[in-house]
């Protein structure tokens, strides 16, 4: 099957990365380095921060985009200059930081590629963290402030992250945050809750980003296994799920690859990217 994919956009966990939420399998460095060799362009797409990414940017060594926050901010990597931003509204994000607070919820705020906690409620981090790996990880970039709403007031955040939300009180938070105003709410684990403005997904911003560089979604190739991935999945011309994708992920993209933990991108990037 021939193809012309320019651009390669790539969710992490789950996905790019193996069961620890922070090393690459060899099969993808191997395939993904071979791929930018041949002038394609890769582009991390995540809910994470690109202060978060950063270092798996390094790692891999030839990124090129980052979109980040659900699809809230994309970036040139080289210069981490902005190129697409969908900001939240200030004011709404200090009612929704109340609402956290009343119930005892821990979160993460990201601005300007950046992520913030409050000073007080680090331990939090530490209990819901994805994997001691993830964790340090965690813990050389998060940035901490006395006062998340005193500091939210005074910025445009890109999203929240709540790292858990237990399934009894689960409907009760989702339908209280929903009361501050238009949000979307999507999650790419069970347990947590990730907040951007609505109509901010991954899709949005990837499409954005491939009409700067000039490419159409024939032309992009796109990775992802959980429903925060579903936009971009549907819209990239050569999308492909996970085999331990959710099933309305499998739905969303035109092919099925490897799991992640046994180089899913690396096989698929070989057979559509490098044959």
Request: hydrophobic share 45%; proline share 3%.
């Amino acid at each position: 099957m021939t193809s012309d994919i320019r651009l390669i956009a790539l969710d992490l966990d789950g996905t790019l990365l193996g069961s620890d939420h922070a090393a690459i399998p060899q099969r993808n460095l191997d395939a993904l380095r071979a791929a930018a060799a041949k002038g394609v362009k890769i582009a991390i797409a995540t809910g994470r921060s690109w202060s978060l990414v950063r270092e798996t940017a390094q790692t891999l060594g030839c990124v090129s985009y980052g979109i980040t926050a659900n699809g809230a901010l994309a970036l040139d990597a080289a210069d981490e200059a902005p190129l697409v931003k969908f900001p939240m509204d200030a004011s709404q994000c200090v009612e929704i930081i109340r609402i956290l607070r009343r119930h005892g919820l821990y979160y993460e705020l990201y601005v300007d590629g950046k992520n913030y906690m409050q000073a007080d409620e680090l331990d939090g981090a530490q209990e819901f963290c994805l994997s001691p790996a993830f964790y340090d990880v965690f813990m050389r970039s998060v940035r901490l402030v006395p006062d998340m709403a005193a500091f939210a007031a005074e910025m445009l955040p890109e999203k929240f992250d709540i790292f858990y939300v237990d399934a009894q009180q689960r409907g009760a938070v989702v339908e209280e945050l929903l009361s501050t105003g238009p949000l979307e709410i999507t999650g790419a684990l069970q347990t947590n809750l990730e907040l951007t403005a609505r109509g901010v997904n991954k899709g949005r911003a990837l499409a954005a980003l491939a009409d700067k560089l000039g490419l159409n979604a024939s032309q992009v190739m796109a990775f992802g296994d959980a429903d925060n991935d579903l936009e971009m999945l549907e819209w990239a011309g050569w999308s492909f799920a996970m085999a331990n994708a959710t099933h309305e992920a499998k739905a969303a993209a035109k092919f099925v690859t490897g799991s992640n933990a046994e180089g899913g991108v690396g096989m698929a990037v070989e057979q559509y990217c490098l044959a």
